[in-house]
């Protein structure tokens, strides 16, 4: 689901990577409710936010009028009653943001392939924090035979807790031409970042860069609905297909209808 907010005041600011400022917002939203059965589902994954912005050295400063964040779960009575409370509120704040809910489209099902291109809507992660130790920071390039291994081994994971039947390993190809791009431009598609697990601060490894899987249907719908790597509750590892940059079709969900949702999105 696409939910689209309006911006209260244009050219406020928020931390480069906020996802931990998204997840606390959601969270509280969430609390709000009274179904305590839905509320600690935590099924869900959600992106950045997006909209018109500029990189200042305080972090991301915004410009546009509306602000989009992709939110998705696979389970339409759990979306319903988020939107419920979401929508009881008037004005949200993250962080310097003021933010007023306006409506949602929904993600029409995509055309899932058995090898598809992604791109990151936020930040994967493939090893795990712990407290007082740097392991999570570790960098492992994603050409790395290793970096598949662990995608693949935290996937596994996943799908097994899920209650959904193992698969063959994926077959994962970090586009090569975009890394070296970047690598030649001095950007990163690597960064380190905090993620906060019951009020605890970690910091991790994330990789924003495109990717083509190849793996079952039903793995990549798992993937697709659901996130792929580690801390996907905490909003990093949302995927996008490539082909649908730009040329997305969406559907009113909220507030004119509230249809079953059929990608998750």
Known sequence: ?????????????????????????????????????????GNYHFSGLKGQTKVIRAGLQFFSNRVTLVFATSQTDFLFYFLQQLFAHEQLELGALRLHPLFVEEELPQGLKEKTKYVCLSPLVVVRADFNDSEGKQFIHPEEESFSELLNQVTAE?????????????RISPDIAYLRKIQDSQKKFARIYTVFENDVPYEVRGYTLPLSIEAPLEVHQFLYDQGIGLYTQLGFGMLDLVQLVGERKTAPLWPESFGMALSGR
């Open 158 to 170: 996943r799908m097994q807790a899920a209650g959904l039947v193992s698969f063959p390993p994926l």
């Open 1 to 41: 689901a696409r939910i689209v907010f309006s911006l209260k005041n244009k050219g406020a600011i928020v931390p480069f990577h906020h996802q931990h400022l998204l997840a606390r917002m959601i969270k509280g939203i969430l609390g709000d409710g009274m179904d305590s059965d839905l509320t600690n589902l």
